[in-house]
């Protein structure tokens, strides 16, 4: 799997916004989908993560309004096992992301990079760029064993550079 992985740059499932501004499509679902096997996340949601196409302004924000990813297994991925995000912005004036729903899914085994010692890499679910969200009943565990990052990380569920998320009645575990 880690030939696999290093050969595969991608997400298992992406679902991009690649609009130059901060518009917000409505309404994604993803339901029982298992994703295994890719380097960057087994799914992916948001605006791309770098500064995008070339004619776009760094802080456009576009992305999702309504997301729900229920009943998804995301394992054996590099990066990330389930990853809500957008283009980074360090002081954001909107979110890519809003309303915003991660349940009953499990996300394990998302080692990490072992050649990236910059930033974090192996986490379970990460919910980034987002206004209003929650992650509940998920379950994280054994991710992150390969990571090598000087800067921190990975965490088996986390939020970040978020707000008004709640994380409920779920479950994580770090095995190193």
């Not at 696999?4 to 501004?21: H, M, V, Y």
């Not at 004619?55 to 009943?71: E, L, M, P, S, W």
């Not at 010692?117 to 919910?127: A, D, K, Q, T």
């Not at 994280?140 to 709640?166: D, K, L, Q």
Request: glycine share 12%.
């Amino acid at each position: 799997r880690v030939l696999f992985r290093s050969t595969n740059q991608g997400a298992g499932l992406e679902i991009l916004n690649l609009a130059c501004d901060d518009s917000k499509l409505d309404s994604v679902v993803v339901d029982r989908v298992e994703a295994s096997g890719f380097r960057r996340a087994g799914i992916y949601i948001g605006s791309p993560m770098g500064e995008g196409p070339d004619n776009c302004d760094h802080a456009a924000q576009a992305g999702f309004r309504d997301v729900r990813v229920t009943r998804a297994a995301a394992h054996h991925n590099m990066y990330y096992g389930i990853h809500i995000g957008g283009r980074w912005s360090a002081a954001p004036s909107t979110y890519a992301n809003q309303d915003v729903q991660i349940a009953d899914s499990v996300a394990h085994h998302n080692h990490g990079d072992p050649q990236n010692f910059e930033s974090h890499s192996g986490s379970g679910i990460l919910l980034e760029n987002t206004e209003r969200g929650a992650i509940e009943r998920c379950i994280a565990y054994e991710n992150g064993a390969r990571c090598v990052s000087r800067g921190g990380g990975p965490v088996g569920i986390w939020a970040h550079n978020a707000t008004a998320i709640t994380i409920q009645r779920s479950d994580e575990r770090r095995v190193g």
